[in-house]
């Protein structure tokens, strides 16, 4: 692994790159309120972006709702774009670990992880994007080895819950946990609320390229998994679920994906047995059906086209009946966020693991905590309060267990 330790010519533990970006707005706070709950100036960071004027508005907002006006003096700004490499080479030879939160990933991801991988950095990214993470695995993975330097891809809502949330439940499973189906649901707050067009353009991007994956996918070369216990039966495209008590649709982001990779690390490398794994989302009634069909097909057809691409980016609120919005969620309608991960086990029923209050140092507009249920902390709160998973047993009566049965 490569040197943790800054040093003159790598002076900071973190650089946050995009940090202008929607998301990297929160994780400047979050990486800000971190370093002040530790002691005293043991973490180094600085922000990074194209744009001076932005990261310093960035910082100048941090230090308002945090309440810590030394924010504006003590933090520095690296200018680095993705078009110049050599921007990019100069802000990696000063990290220890680059959270890179530029997206889509797709187009200006690789240049990062290559910096990254030649100048000594780790990477760490909140990448949603199947296509780019498993082509960086392919591509990377030898070279990153042979520096010490670990990508690690996907740490946000995709795909920390899922793939952290499969591998507690297994480990709290009395038995050989062999299947798994999570069902993910999620509601607002009296503000309502939307999510950051950003999360929208790679979608759009990712459908439209969806040919790539599969031709990626087999350069690896992977035999299937084997498969354990019984086959976990592929559900239909829409479903209504017993255990949600909605409509659902399989879940369309980076989670499988990046839960059958670790799965299949955990295989080969320690000979533990994979756990199958079906992720659906709820998309709440009928109406919410009809909306999401018209939409849905809308969608399928423009973004085969690149002007149809153009039109979904430019009106994201129009195509997505407001889901999807270039402003994105306010602070206020954020705080209401709540998203439940019901994971579903065959045979024994129900499984409901708990943690409310904790982030994971990459926060987004989805805000994560590293559970099946999270929920997102108001950002005036002392992040004190420790990780605290924990079964729950369901009651008699629970609509869950019943439609377990
Ligand atoms: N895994 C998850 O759960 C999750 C959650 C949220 C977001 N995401 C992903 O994170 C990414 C960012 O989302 P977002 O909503 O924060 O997007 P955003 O608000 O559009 O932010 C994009 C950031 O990238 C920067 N950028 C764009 N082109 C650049 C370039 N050539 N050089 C340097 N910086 C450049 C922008 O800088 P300027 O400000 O200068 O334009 C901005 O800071 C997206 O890919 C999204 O899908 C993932």
Redesign the pocket.
Known sequence: MANVDISSSRPYHIVI????????QFVVEEVARTVSEGPNGTLKWAVA???RQ?LDKVIEQAAGTLGKPELRTAVEVIV????EPDSLAAMCKQAVIVLN?????RF?GEPVVKACVENGAHCID????PQFLESIQLNYDSQAADKGVYIVG??????IPADMGVLYTRDQFKGTLTALESFLTASTGPEGGSL????W??AIYGLADSGKLRSLRKKFGHKPLPVVGSKIKRRSALFYSNEVQQYVVPFMG?DPSVVKRTQRFLLEEHQETPVQYGAYAGVGGVANIVKMLFAGIMFWFLVKFSFGRDLLIKYPEFFSFGFFSKD?PTRKQVLFYEYLLFAKLPVIGVFECHSDGWLVLLV???C?SVSLRWRVRPSSLPSTEKVTLRDRTPARDDPMLRSAH
Not at 17 to 24: E, R
Not at 80 to 83: F, I, L, N, P, S
Not at 101 to 105: E, I, L, Q, S
Not at 154 to 159: V, W
């Open positions: 790159f995009g940090a202008s970006g929607f998301t990297g972006g194209r744009s932005k680095a774009d993705v078009g939160c530029v997206g889509p990933y200006w909140i990448c949603g994007e996907a740490c946000g809502f995709d795909s950051n067009d950003g999360t353009k790679s980076t994105g987004s507009d989805w994560v």
